[in-house]
């Protein structure tokens, strides 16, 4: 069975830095995409960042381009997400995601998410 637990989030000054980290267990995933999403109150939940386990392709979206990093290490069976510059914007619940295949943007086309960190921003 696929687990997906996220640590790293907090409460950080805009401007500020964090990395969440997102520790998978339950099977290989070679073959797989994972990716991060969140969701802000009132808001429906969104892609940030994903990359594919074994070839390291990456996606992001927009708004952290340039500020956000996704990667994954191999031997911890980790992926991790540098976020910089941050910006009370990026306040939300973060999640970590995986689905079986390439790189893909939606909800629905995730099957495994973990519980969530939060993420607070302040101005």
């Known amino acids: 069975q696929v687990q997906l637990v996220e640590s790293g989030g907090g409460l950080v000054q805009a401007g500020g830095s964090l990395r969440l980290s997102c520790a998978a267990s339950?099977?290989?995933?070679?073959?797989?995409?994972m990716g991060w999403f969140r969701q802000a109150p009132g808001k429906e939940r969104e892609i940030v960042a994903a990359i594919t386990w074994s070839t390291g392709n990456t996606y992001y979206q927009d708004s952290v381009q340039g500020r956000f990093t996704i990667s994954r290490e191999y031997a911890k069976s980790t992926v991790y997400l540098q976020m910089n510059s941050l910006k009370p914007e990026d306040t939300a619940v973060y999640y970590c995601a995986a689905r079986r295949g390439g790189l893909r943007a939606y909800v629905p086309e995730y099957d495994y998410w973990g519980q969530g960190t939060q993420v607070t921003v302040s101005s």
């Open positions: 339950g099977r290989a995933f070679s073959g797989y995409t």
